[in-house]
């Protein structure tokens, strides 16, 4: 009989980083995490996102993601808002009494030029030149 005695572990690390545009649609696939459980439950891992910081609540692992650990966005994010948004996601085996591991994920959000320009102005530079020459004008030839 195999007793649950390890958490299931992330692979490769429990570290990862993902990049998405502000563009990007809600449902898009944004990352996904693997874990490897080497106990007996090794095919019932399922993976849970725990919204811990800002941002956060704009991804998602839906239900039909549980088990195999995409994240997706949920709602749209906004650069101007926040660059960078870390997740939390537990990896959680099947065993009696269940053990679960943590991984986070860093995702950067990546710009898309939405915005009007803020000053609004349109400007617009003249150059005047004034040249002074030195010369003597003397239509005559007259020596002056």
Known sequence: MDVNDRAPEFQPSNSYHARIS??????????QVIA????KHAENIKYY????????????ITEENRESGVI???T??????QE????????????????SNFAQVQI???????????LGLSCSFYVL????????INPLGAKT
Do not use: H, W
Request: hydrophobic share 35%.
């Open 76 to 81: 749209q994010v906004d650069r101007e808002v």
């Open 49 to 60: 996102l725990e919204n811990t910081g800002p941002g956060s609540d704009a991804f998602e």
């Open 22 to 31: 502000e563009a990007a649609q809600p449902g898009t696939e944004v990352k």
């Open 129 to 136: 030149a004034i040249i002074t020459m030195k010369c003597p």
């Open 84 to 99: 960078e948004i870390t997740l939390s996601v537990r990896a959680e085996d099947a065993g009696v009494n269940p053990l």
């Open 108 to 118: 950067t959000v990546e710009d898309v030029n939405d915005n009007r320009s803020v």
């Open 72 to 74: 997706t966005l949920r």
């Open 36 to 39: 490897i459980e080497y106990d």
